[in-house]
């Protein structure tokens, strides 16, 4: 008989039987600040809401494999460091992580050291003269990677915003069938103030008496098969959009937010997954996991 400490959990061992002792959860204390269920009952995942010792215990008997695209454009390049560099310290530790980098300068990534089980893959995309154009073209990208590349290679993916830093634990407790992310600026806001697309003419349109949250483009994932379908969805409906000459106010967020609509995510993630600003405050969030960085956006992108 032995016993062995896991992060102030037990694993009693005896005669090859294996027991995970952790704290009883309760139907009747929790975080009372915040909701953590949705209204189609897809879980809000907040601090205080999850054990991160049991999910990870869960998890890791899975063999899991977590595709994650990022892209770095232009000067986009020079948050690459940063983001892989904090990513190795908070970003799915202990699982095994494919990045996928797409980038117009491969030879100005940096080397960044990758952990135990984190592999890198850096792919050549074209230059482009709009942010809006390099914005909206990563569902075509994403597209074409899952159903040419990820079927056989992968269990899960996210689609990750370069301009941003981990601050704290991203991991299993994050994957579902579809998954969003709250948008930071509207996580306490009415469906009226959300910034949709209001103009009829455009495939995004939401009007003022629909929506449930609005959901962030700058991190987003799930399943192989359910991204495939909103990136597919996605960039079809961008297309009739620009064959009629419009483009939607906030482009692919607009049409994610309009899919998430008609296409209720089986997970939603709480803001701590997509901070503002890591010097920005707010009672509802006890902990920042990944921000975007302060920044010149006229500085940076190709365009206004």
């Not at 998890?59 to 990022?70: D, P, S």
């Not at 904090?86 to 940096?110: C, I, M």
Request: glycine content about 4%; hydrophobic content about 40%.
């Amino acid at each position: 008989m032995k016993f062995s400490v896991f992060l102030h959990r037990f694993i009693y061992v005896n005669n090859n039987q294996s027991r995970f002792l952790y704290k009883q959860p309760s139907v009747l204390i929790g975080r009372t600040d915040v909701a953590s269920v949705t209204s189609w009952l897809a879980p809000i995942v907040w601090e205080g809401t999850f054990d991160a010792t049991l999910v990870d215990f869960i998890y890791k008997k899975q063999n899991l494999t977590i595709a994650t695209t990022v892209f770095a454009l232009g000067k986009y390049i020079r948050f690459l460091k940063d983001f892989f560099e904090s990513a190795e310290q908070h970003y799915f530790v202990g699982f095994r992580v494919h990045y996928y980098l797409f980038t117009d300068q491969p030879e100005a990534v940096p080397e960044v050291k990758m952990g135990e089980n984190h592999i890198l893959t850096i792919r050549k995309v074209p230059s482009l003269n709009r942010w809006q154009d390099i914005s909206m073209g990563r569902m075509n990208i994403l597209e074409k990677l899952i159903e040419n590349e990820l079927a056989v290679e992968a269990d899960y993916i996210f689609c990750l915003d370069v301009d941003a830093k981990f601050y704290g634990r991203w991991s299993v407790e994050s994957l579902g069938r579809l998954v969003g992310v709250i948008h930071p600026w509207f996580f306490d806001a009415s469906r009226h103030q959300f910034t949709y697309e209001r103009r009829p003419e455009s495939v995004a349109y939401i009007s003022k008496e629909e929506g449930d949250y609005y959901f962030t483009a700058a991190a987003f994932g799930g399943s192989l098969e359910d991204v495939l379908n909103l990136t597919k969805t996605c960039r079809e409906q961008m297309n009739i959009d620009a064959a009629n000459s419009i483009e939607a106010i906030w482009h692919e967020e607009s049409h994610l937010n309009k899919y998430f609509l008609y296409n209720k995510p089986s997970k939603l993630l709480s803001p701590e997954y997509l901070w503002r600003d890591i010097r920005a405050g707010a009672s509802q969030i006890k902990t920042v996991r990944f921000s975007h960085v302060a920044k010149n956006n006229a500085e940076i992108r190709p365009n206004p």
